[in-house]
């Protein structure tokens, strides 16, 4: 039966998941998308590369948090429900997301207000490290059949966040000047989002856990069963979400690439950053679909080696020829490959730990392979770029993340001929 056949309980309840996932990464994303206006607010530096090292610093420390998001909210989803976790990320991701909005700068406060940044960042961090376990393993258990299909709208609405938030900064690029887009119109999309979270919070209200989940005994201390038992499945979750994070968070970076690499518009770069949201959103179903009838570590070896052997020569390409075309380009083709493989990532996340520990243990292993490998990213980058004199270096670092995913992959193979029968996962004892 298709989703679009299921009972319409279940189809209202995917909807209800998805769309406050899609609040959640839109608030995330915007904070990438306007780091050049956030580095000239709380980071005034002579040096144009030093400040916005700071803004992407502050960036990847919040990342620091989502561990600690994820052993507490991961715990605290499978102990108490995936519908109170998902509820209490929803409003902590609000309120950091208003904090920054209503921040002063640092020509306002001083150093209070990059510090402000910080505690609204790590605040932030809590929140999303706890959102993707609980909502990975709703989705998930939601679904009886066709759990690629239903597990993959966990990055499909990831992507949608991320174009939600490339729209935005589309429009208002358009409609200000660059001196009203610096001095005050950055703030918008932060309010925004702020202002969406009470939507979120009320279309997930409604939600009910799976029945399955319900009558399934609880861990009493689901950390430690994880931690004790579970830390080769913890090491290679990480590994798998290598290469697909660091290009979620390169292509958030793309607008910034398009100003100071290949010097084009701040419009043209949001632009260029619509077009992996819009590929995402619609193509990761598509990859979740797929994972289902071709087994999902095979499909994710071909996108892992598509994006081993052709970032390096696909960045230093839009970098020696700059230009919309070559740009639009390069977020084309790393856009299809994550959607290729994030679609069937979630289903073998899920499959990898048994109901009770769940959501623990998808949260912890997916929040370690973020700080480690993707939150750090645009920081690299930018530092790779300035030590190396090669534009193209972003490249560099995406071929080393998919060839860690590869080695992760390699440790799956042996799963049923690379196909995980994903129901045999909800029989394993805690």
Known sequence: MSFLAR???????????????????????????F????????????????SLLLTFGSFGASYLMRPLGGLILGSYADRHGRKAALLLSLWLMSAGTALIALLPNYHVIGL???????CARLIQGFSSGGEFGACTA???????????????????????????????GFALSHWLTPHALMAWGWRIPFAVGSLLGPVGWY???????????IQAPRAAAPVREVLGHYRPRLAIVAGLLSVTTTLAYLLQYMPTFALRTLHLSAATG?????????????????????SDRLGPVRQMSVAAMLCLVSAWPAFTYAAAHPSARSLFLLVTWLGLIKALYSGA???????LFPMPLRATGIALGYNVGVMVFGASAPAIVVWLASVTGQPGAPGLYVMLTAAISLSALAGLAGFDNGRHQTSKADAQPA
């Open 7 to 33: 009972p319409p309980h279940t189809a209202r309840t995917i909807a209800a998941i998805a769309i406050g996932n899609t609040l959640e990464w839109f608030d995330l994303a915007i904070y990438a998308f």
């Open 35 to 50: 780091a050049v206006y956030i580095a000239g607010n709380f980071f005034p530096m002579a040096d144009e590369t030093t």
């Open 112 to 118: 209070a207000a990059p510090i402000g940044l910080f």
């Open 138 to 168: 709703m989705l998930f258990e939601q679904a009886p059949n066709k759990r690629g299909l239903h597990a993959s709208w966990q990055f499909s609405t990831q992507g949608l966040g991320s174009l939600g938030a490339a729209l935005m």
């Open 203 to 213: 279309l997930r209200r409604t939600l009910h856990d799976a029945p399955a989940f």
């Open 270 to 290: 949001f632009a260029a950053a619509i077009v992996p949201g819009a590929l995402s959103t619609l193509l990761t179903p598509l990859g979740g679909w797929l």
């Open 345 to 351: 990532l979630p289903l073998v996340l899920a499959a």
